[in-house]
């Protein structure tokens, strides 16, 4: 029961989310909205665990659901992040490289879609002050700590998500 009520709070993650884009309930900030939608989910999945009449004997039901619920946060964080899944193969891309590698061979990796100011925006935006990736005269490597972590991280997911590499 309990990984049932999990699931419904688990989907409301995206509806809360949805709201607070909306004119009346806007919240400007993206991370502060995701933050509240998945405090909410949580919030609901707690008060209906709690208001239910369901006998907290098992514990792996209980592990379960909390597995669910943080699943369903990681996925809301995706789905409501624009370019997400994208940026995740921008440091795979990187990863997988022996050599530091110039903007333009990372660039040239994407199969030149014409993607380069939006590569330049991710790159500057968010991984360079993330401090994951480092520039440096035109050269991108990965971080010792944050990228070779990250990057490992990425290798692993996308293992996970896609099977076996595309090449």
């Given at each position: 029961m309990v990984v049932f009520l999990s699931i419904i709070s688990g989907f409301s993650l995206p509806i809360f989310t949805r709201i607070f884009s909306e004119r009346v309930f806007f919240i400007k900030s993206g991370k502060i909205r995701y933050f509240t939608a998945s405090t909410l989910g949580f919030l609901l999945w707690l008060i209906l665990v709690k208001g239910s009449s369901i006998p907290f004997d098992n514990i792996w039901d209980i592990l379960c659901g909390i597995l669910i619920i943080l699943c369903a946060v990681w996925s809301n964080?995706?789905?409501?992040?624009?370019?997400?899944?994208?940026?995740?193969?921008?440091?795979?891309?990187?990863?997988?490289?022996?050599?530091?590698?110039?903007?333009?061979?990372?660039?040239?990796?994407?199969?030149?879609?014409?993607?380069e100011a939006f590569l330049e925006d991710r790159l500057k935006t968010i991984l360079v002050p993330g401090k994951i990736v480092r520039e440096n005269?035109?050269?991108?490597?990965?971080?010792?700590?944050?990228?070779?972590?990250w990057g490992w991280v990425?290798?692993?997911?996308?293992?996970?998500?896609?099977g076996s590499r595309r090449e």
């Open positions: 964080y995706w789905l409501s992040n624009f370019g997400g899944g994208f940026r995740m193969n921008m440091l795979l891309k990187i990863a997988e490289q022996e050599r530091p590698i110039t903007l333009e061979e990372w660039m040239g990796l994407f199969g030149g879609l014409g993607m005269e035109g050269v991108i490597t990965l971080t010792r700590g944050r990228g070779f972590f990425m290798k692993i997911l996308y293992h996970l998500l896609q």
